[in-house]
């Protein structure tokens, strides 16, 4: 590999989120790999500041000669980097880990689905001068190729060490959701079928774990709960530290989401490992994660995801299954494995 520095570009490095996680875990992979690395953004966060750079310091840091230097762009939102790869002359390579579809947000927060507009047209200018690009998923690389053509790779991301306890779900049962509170991400589908779950269990609970991100979104959720009486039955506990996350999946049940776009979804394979078994809406990259590890559904009708998580949580062997194939499938997303894929990607474009 000829590069000596591979440097990152993130809009933002968030505190815990996949895409963070992600960014640091290449840098720390490069680093190891004798490369000097730095992450760059565009908009600094106060819990990350000691992990990343400034984009004005890129001006000044960013030195080696320019062929021995790649610089890395994650493309998720809108970004004041994007202006700045586009000005720059070293060769740049894309991360996709695609847009929330601004029709789905549209009624919640005009101005994030406005943004993901301006992100859009952002990508279609740097898609041209890429040299290569890294997907999270099939899907993710199908809708990359109508921003433009370029040389994809899909490598998924990696899923951090686990160490599976043997311990068993809580009784009564719980259904465990885990991820941004927003209105794409089906929230209100799940609470409306625990109405219907509770019909034939009525102990059951759900827990929704994960960060408010619309103020109008968190009161329809709690309107809805309480015009359905599941008050005491529905759960949000807001962001979780990394050992409350761990105690919510060892707690579990069954795993349930009912999301209306993933470009991957990490939490599905957390739970995976967990040793949790998992039951989903099959659109966008959940299918591609998933696999046949899963109950995978047509339908979010309540009574179709009731239907389903009253056969898993009843059916002792189909849950044991579900956990056995999932634990299995979670080994293929491994550090090891992944950092294997990234280093063919950079040997590629290295010799291109």
């Excluded at 761990?246 to 939490?267: K, M, N």
Aim: charged residues 25%; negative net charge; hydrophobic residues 40%.
């Amino acid at each position: 590999m000829r590069w000596k520095a591979i440097h990152q570009f993130v809009p933002m490095l968030a505190d815990g989120d996949a895409i963070g996680g992600h960014v640091l875990w290449i840098r720390d992979h490069l680093r190891s790999r004798g490369c000097d690395s730095e992450i760059f953004v565009g908009e600094e966060n106060s819990a990350t500041s000691h992990e990343s750079l400034s984009l004005q310091e890129a001006y000044h840091r960013i030195r080696s000669p320019i062929d021995d230097t790649l610089l890395i762009y994650h493309v998720a939102q809108a970004s004041t980097c994007a202006d700045f790869l586009a000005s720059r002359q070293e060769p740049l390579a894309l991360i996709f880990h695609n847009f929330t579809p601004p029709e789905l947000l549209i009624r919640w927060d005009p101005d994030a689905a406005f943004e993901i507009l301006n992100a859009q047209d952002q990508l279609t200018e740097l898609v041209g001068k890429s040299l290569f690009a890294i997907c999270d998923s099939e899907f993710n690389s199908r809708v990359l190729d109508g921003f433009g053509k370029v040389k994809s790779f899909v490598i998924p991301l990696p899923l951090r060490e686990i160490e599976r306890s043997d311990s068993s779900p809580e009784e009564p049962p719980i259904v465990l959701f885990v991820g941004r509170i927003a209105p794409n991400k089906g929230i209100h589908d799940l609470v409306a079928c625990m109405a219907v779950l509770r019909q034939n269990l009525p102990d059951v609970r759900l827990r929704v774990v994960g960060t408010s991100t619309s103020d109008a979104y968190d009161v329809v959720l709690e309107e809805l709960t309480a015009s359905l009486d599941l008050t005491g039955v529905v759960t949000l506990t807001g962001w979780v530290n990394s050992d409350d996350l761990e105690r919510e999946y060892q707690r579990a049940s069954v795993f349930c989401t009912l999301s209306d776009h993933e470009g991957f979804g990490v939490p599905i394979l957390e739970a995976m490992a967990y040793g949790v078994p998992v039951v989903a809406y099959d659109n966008s990259a959940i299918g591609d994660t998933v696999g046949d590890s899963g109950l995978l559904l047509n339908s979010k009708e309540p009574t179709v995801v009731a239907s389903a998580l009253d056969r898993v949580l009843s059916d002792k062997s189909l849950s044991d299954r579900l956990c056995r194939s999932g634990r299995q499938r979670s080994k293929l997303f491994s550090g090891e494995r992944v950092a294997e894929a990234l280093d063919r990607a950079l040997s590629w474009s290295s010799t291109s």
